[in-house]
């Protein structure tokens, strides 16, 4: 909707002049601790904070208001939420009139969802969707931040948009201390976009099927970059059970455990001609694999760049060596290229950053020596003088505005794996702060952080109900398949409601139960949406 995959705002703008922040789809004080610690200074500072989540999670702990919608209905909660601001006389008209289109069409779609009706779907009280409404719509200063909880459903793409037309709506965005943010789910995941590593843009956010953008990059290069867009990764694992594709280059990740129907993504990678694993450790992916790359650790054994969510780019400096017959990813992608036939230069990590900023614009100004000296820089940051932009989009601001902002209206779509008699609870998925994604880099050694391991969480009157006593073991059934967990009570859960990370699958594979339903945007996986049932073992 804006141009370019990034938070609009900084982490001071948070800290120091938001008078209320929205995680909506977000435990950020386990998710993405170093982000609520800016938080938590907001809420000593005065600032309200308001949590969207199914789950009274950590985060909620600290609202002032806690709104616990059923799983998969964050768009009548959104539409309802703007259908209150329109009705109380809160929209910042001005704003929508110079800065926005699709405003009348917008207010007619969100017009069926009253606060009753809403309340009736996503189970959120009318009264606590009205004071929501009414604080986001007066606040002066408003952050709305999501991540997976809003992005892992089959509809994650119209999620996002629900969310933006809120800030449309108020005038929440493009100026200091107001906008909208969202968190990215690893470290460098933003890194990772703006160099390209999305299937239908070059770095730096731009198109791929632009031939005018295309052209610096086929000039560098000494050949024609392909005209068209490439696979997500859903698109992949589809391509490759049909045996349109072949082989697989897999560099840092893990999808044998962490993709979604994990018993199909098994069956899918070990038929495949030729898998190539690039990695640090020896993943569930690499003991399928044809070839074993060895590469570095990052954080230590390497030198270049990481970017946190609020698009600021930060040096890496190498302190080790990697051990071993390990080698730094550059090196190995270089020297994987001169054995194909290919020189691509010289291997340094400063170098190719050089490259990137003479094609990417958004990245110019950021020479190895300004990064070190201004302790990292935001892009966009066009050349040499500039420290970059704290917050985005400010044209929005100006009194003529040639690129309008865009409301899209958006329809309610139920969670794909629909609740029975016979799969009667919801599972949804997430992550805890002492454990990181499939436990490669957090689970290979003894820890007191460590001491619970995986269970399935449940509301006591669920376990009671069901026949499965905390502290006990549960078969946790889905549509796709079963496994075995620990069972333990969590009173913060509604009843209806499970909960499982995929921070352990070798003791416990939650990902043999989730549903490979995809946003045919975004090639997202619906992993906060599984109907299960539980049995006693």
Known sequence: MFGAGGGTSSYRE???VADLIVLWGSNAREAHPIFFHHVLKAIHRGARLVVVDPR???????ADLWLGLDVGTDIPLANAIAREIITAGLVNEEFVARAT????????????????????????????IREAAHAYGRAEHAQLCWTLGITEHHNAVDN???????ALLTGQVGRYGSGLNPLRGQNNVQGGG????????????????????????????????????????????????????????????????????????LGVLRGLDLLVVQDVLRTATAELA??????SAAWCEAEGTVTSSERRVQRVRKALDPPGEARDDIEIVYELGRRLGHDLGSPRAEDVWNELRSL??????????????LG???????????????????????????????????????????????????????????????????GGYVSPLHRDGEALRLAPADGERYGVADGSRARVVSRRGAIEAPVRYDPMLRPGLAFMTLHFPDEVATNVLTIDATDPKSGTAEFKATAIRVEPV
């Open 14 to 16: 948070v800290r120091e």
């Open 56 to 62: 009274r999670t950590a985060s909620a702990q600290w």
């Open 101 to 128: 289109t699709g405003y009348d069409e917008f207010r007619a779609s969100v017009e069926p969802w009253t606060l009753e009706e809403a309340e009736r779907v996503t189970g959120v009280p009318a009264a606590a």
């Open 160 to 166: 996002v948009f629900a969310l933006i037309n809120l």
């Open 194 to 265: 703006d160099m390209g590593a999305i299937p239908n843009k070059l770095p730096g956010f731009q198109e791929i099927e632009d031939e005018a953008l295309r052209a610096p990059f086929d000039r560098a290069w000494g050949t024609t970059v392909p005209p068209k867009r490439g696979l997500h990764l859903t698109g992949m694992f589809e391509a490759m059970e049909h045996g349109e594709l072949t082989a697989l280059y897999v560099i840092g990740e893990n999808p044998a455990q962490s993709e979604a129907d994990q018993e199909r993504a």
């Open 290 to 295: 044809d070839v074993v790359l060895p590469a």
């Open 360 to 373: 990417s614009p958004m990245h110019a100004g950021m020479s190895y020596s300004r990064l070190e000296e």
């Open 376 to 442: 990292g820089i935001p892009w966009p940051c066009l050349d040499e003088s500039s420290p970059g932009e704290q917050f985005l989009h400010a044209r929005l601001w100006e009194p003529v505005v040639a690129d309008r902002a865009p409301f899209n209206p958006v329809e309610h779509d139920p969670p794909v794996d629909v609740l029975d008699d016979d799969f009667p609870l919801r599972l949804t998925t997430g992550r805890r702060l002492e454990s990181f994604n499939t436990g490669v880099q957090s």
